[in-house]
């Protein structure tokens, strides 16, 4: 387990049961990502009501290796990795074993408590534990460019960039040793 000593962030494993708490705080992202006028990322509609979106999460949770940021003991963010990019996404698998965050969330609510960068910390240090170098992530790189600048304050440099449709993708790579 891992203490963020600054806020008491708590990161621990995952399960099923987690479901139901991070399709909560990826409708309240979808929300508030609308509220500011970015209709394009994950679109209008709430996760939850997507066609795939509590299947996807439930699998999320069950198939992939899932660690849920606990602040008091109540969940206010998520992070999946797996081994490579969803078969979904336009993206090549790495010439060497990878751990790919596959979802990072946050309760909009905690904003600015460092919930994500504790989260990607978390991520480097799974990827060390497990004998890996290569730490991948793919996000939207439409709008300002803002999360990808996120990402690369948490130690990742951009790779390359794709499109999934008109969805405009960025992956980022960070070297963990």
């Known amino acids: 387990m891992n203490d963020d000593t600054t806020h008491g962030i708590r990161i621990r494993p995952g399960s099923l049961a987690d479901a139901p708490a991070i399709l909560d705080m990826l409708d309240s992202a979808v929300a508030w990502m609308n509220d500011r006028g970015n209709t394009e990322q994950w679109g209008t509609i709430p996760y939850s009501q997507t066609p795939d979106g ?8 069950t198939v992939n290796a ?11 963010g998520a992070l999946v990795l797996d081994s490579g990019p969803s078969p979904q996404m336009p993206i090549p698998a790495a010439e060497e074993p990878e751990r790919y965050v596959r979802l990072l969330v946050s309760d909009r609510r905690r904003a600015g408590l460092g919930i994500g960068a ?10 060390r534990r497990a004998g890996v170098e290569l730490l991948r992530v793919d996000c939207w790189a439409g ?11 948490n ?12 969805w405009p993708g960025q992956v980022l790579a960070q070297r963990v040793r």
């Open 155 to 166: 130690g990742f440099t951009p790779t390359e960039r794709f499109l999934s449709g008109a």
């Open 118 to 127: 504790a989260l990607l910390a978390h991520a480097a240090d799974e990827t």
């Open 54 to 61: 509590v299947a996807r999460v439930e699998r999320y949770t």
């Open 66 to 76: 899932p660690y849920i940021a606990e602040l008091d003991g109540t969940p206010v």
């Open 143 to 153: 709008g300002g460019g803002e999360l990808v600048a996120f990402y690369e304050r």
